[in-house]
């Protein structure tokens, strides 16, 4: 890894630097027992072929129901990941272990979040063609403006679950609780996504979609500040 | 060792009175806005009588309003200053808030099966009173979840700064949801001059149910001081032993 040059800011680098090396230990364990991302992707793809089936094909068309098909899936398929983000510190109490590490509170939320967000990414980058094919979606000319929403919304999603994943584990309820702080947060991104989504699909103007992708990066920008504010506040002192 | 068991916030006086004056007070005050809204205040031309439940639907929102606005502030003063006291506030207020919020969630449909002929519509407002609902249930299974006091404000705090900041995008996105799908009705008819006889009662009301809150969330920090109070008497007899 290069350490971009910049000497003005001496602090970033540092940061970046620290995030991308938690990063990459949560992504080597996550590689090397690949659990969690199999079951996510197996998740989301049960979650494509049992909404098809809960829909009458008949009555409406597959093309309408894909973007909130899709949207649901990631929520629900991100949980499984986030769950798991701070639930691998838990065991021998590696935490005390990351936190006894010289390193920046804000860089080990960093870390983690880049970890989810590549997670919650991959999980996508299978399962939007997959939906593409279940559900007969055309995505030749719309895919690259379709990944970039995917991101988006991947950025908000992570940003809020991170923070409550570190929050739940420490927790008696754990695994119930994150989906029931994360879930209300999750409703602006999902509804915008999907509906930028669904707007792209079916090929209206980009102007149509511009309030919708307005409230996508307003929560992105919102809440990865408030959260790598906040998430000192979640660790013991 | 005595001094230990001393809390922040505790009331001088040791024993609570029987009978809560504030408490007593806010019931009659209540009581005294319903009396005045079924008897001494005219029914609306075209509504009917289905129109007085506004005065408890309209005060028991704003109060909600009020009490999560608390939640907030007393979130971001514990986070600062360390102060069981602002967590306790804030605990009681989150508490309060959501029984208003269910108060309006309950009188709303009320109101709405005989006007606009069905219980529930995915109108924004509504949708957006359904999602503080849910961000402050999480607010309260989160507390309960926690055992340690001082980790449980720490949380709580959080959730409490983050919820607040997630309400203008709520807003922003049922808001647009609705816009482009237009609903048939319009929520509220529009009455900026109500009619003073009207306009009265509402204030009452809605001091009436100030009052409500200001008790219930006074009730509820004593309870919380006197938890605190236990839970240290309890670790400490534990501790001789």
């Known amino acids: 890894m290069a350490a971009p040059a910049m000497p003005t800011a001496p602090e970033l680098p540092e940061l970046l630097r620290a995030a991308w090396l938690i990063a990459r230990k949560d992504l080597a364990i996550e590689f090397r027992t690949r659990t969690a991302f199999f079951s996510a992707v197996v998740f989301a793809l049960l979650g494509l072929t049992i909404f098809y089936f809960a829909w009458d094909a008949t009555a409406v068309a597959a093309i309408?129901?894909?973007?909130?098909?899709?949207?649901?899936?990631?929520?629900?398929?991100?949980?499984?990941?986030?769950?798991r983000s701070f639930g691998v510190e838990q065991a021998d109490r590696a935490m005390d272990a990351l936190l006894a590490a010289p390193v920046d509170?804000?860089?080990?939320?960093?870390?983690?979040?880049?970890?989810?967000?590549?997670?919650?990414?991959?999980?996508?980058?299978?399962s939007i063609p997959a939906l593409a094919l279940f559900y007969n979606v055309p995505l030749a000319g719309v895919w690259l403006p379709l990944a970039g929403i995917a991101l988006l919304a991947a950025i908000g999603l992570v940003a809020v679950g991170t923070l409550f994943s570190a929050m739940?584990?420490?927790?008696?309820?754990?695994?119930?609780?994150?989906?029931?702080?994360?879930?209300?947060?999750?409703?602006?991104?999902?509804?915008?996504?999907?509906?930028?989504?669904?707007?792209?699909?079916?090929?209206?103007p980009a102007a149509e979609a511009w309030p919708?992708?307005?409230?996508?990066?307003?929560?992105?920008?919102?809440?990865?500040?408030?959260?790598?504010?906040?998430?000192?506040?979640?660790l013991d002192e | 060792m005595t001094e230990r068991l001393s809390i922040a916030g505790a009331p001088s006086a040791t024993r609570a009175p029987i009978v809560d004056g504030w408490l007593a007070a806010a019931a009659l005050a209540v009581a005294a806005a319903y009396v005045r809204i079924i008897w001494f205040t005219p029914p609306e031309a075209t509504q009917g009588l289905a129109q007085k439940i506004y005065y408890l639907h309209l005060p028991a929102a704003l109060n909600a309003y009020i009490a999560f606005a608390v939640?907030?502030?007393?979130?971001?003063?514990?986070?600062?200053?360390r102060d069981p006291r602002a967590d306790r506030v804030a605990e009681a207020s989150a508490e309060v808030g959501?029984?208003?919020?269910?108060?309006?969630?309950?009188?709303?449909?009320?109101?709405?099966?005989?006007?606009?002929?069905?219980?529930?519509?995915?109108?924004a407002r509504l949708t957006l009173t359904l999602f503080l609902w849910f961000i402050y249930a999480g607010y309260l299974v989160l507390r309960g979840a926690i055992p340690e006091p001082e980790m449980r404000a720490r949380y709580s705090?959080?959730?409490?700064?983050?919820?607040?900041?997630?309400?203008p995008f709520i807003h922003m996105s049922v808001y647009l949801f609705r816009?482009?799908?237009?609903?048939?009705?319009?929520?509220?008819?529009?009455?900026?001059?109500?009619?003073?006889?009207?306009?009265?009662?509402?204030?009452?009301?809605?001091?009436?149910?100030?009052?409500?809150?200001?008790?219930?969330?006074?009730?509820?920090?004593?309870?919380?001081?006197?938890?605190?109070?236990?839970?240290?008497?309890?670790?400490?007899?534990?501790?001789?032993?």
């Not at chain 2, 007393?74 to 200053?81: A, D, E, G, K, Q």
């Open chain 1, 64 to 83: 309408d129901l894909a973007p909130g098909v899709l949207w649901v899936i990631f929520t629900f398929s991100g949980l499984l990941g986030l769950q």
């Open chain 1, 105 to 126: 509170r804000e860089a080990i939320y960093l870390g983690k979040a880049i970890a989810n967000f590549l997670f919650v990414a991959g999980v996508q980058a299978i």
């Open chain 1, 168 to 204: 739940a584990v420490n927790t008696r309820l754990a695994e119930l609780l994150l989906p029931m702080l994360s879930l209300p947060f999750f409703i602006p991104v999902v509804t915008a996504a999907a509906q930028t989504t669904a707007r792209l699909l079916a090929g209206r």
């Open chain 1, 212 to 234: 919708w992708l307005r409230i996508l990066l307003g929560f992105d920008l919102v809440f990865v500040v408030a959260c790598a504010i906040a998430f000192p506040y979640t």
């Open chain 2, 71 to 81: 939640v907030a502030v007393t979130s971001i003063v514990y986070l600062w200053l």
């Open chain 2, 98 to 123: 959501l029984l208003f919020t269910t108060v309006v969630l309950t009188t709303g449909p009320i109101w709405g099966k005989p006007i606009w002929g069905t219980w529930w519509t995915w109108d």
């Open chain 2, 157 to 167: 705090a959080v959730l409490g700064i983050l919820g607040a900041l997630l309400i």
């Open chain 2, 179 to 241: 816009t482009l799908h237009p609903m048939p009705i319009v929520l509220k008819p529009d009455r900026p001059s109500l009619p003073p006889e009207m306009l009265q009662t509402l204030l009452f009301s809605f001091a009436a149910f100030f009052l409500a809150y200001l008790a219930l969330v006074r009730a509820r920090y004593r309870l919380a001081v006197e938890r605190a109070l236990l839970a240290e008497r309890e670790s400490h007899s534990e501790g001789e032993r």
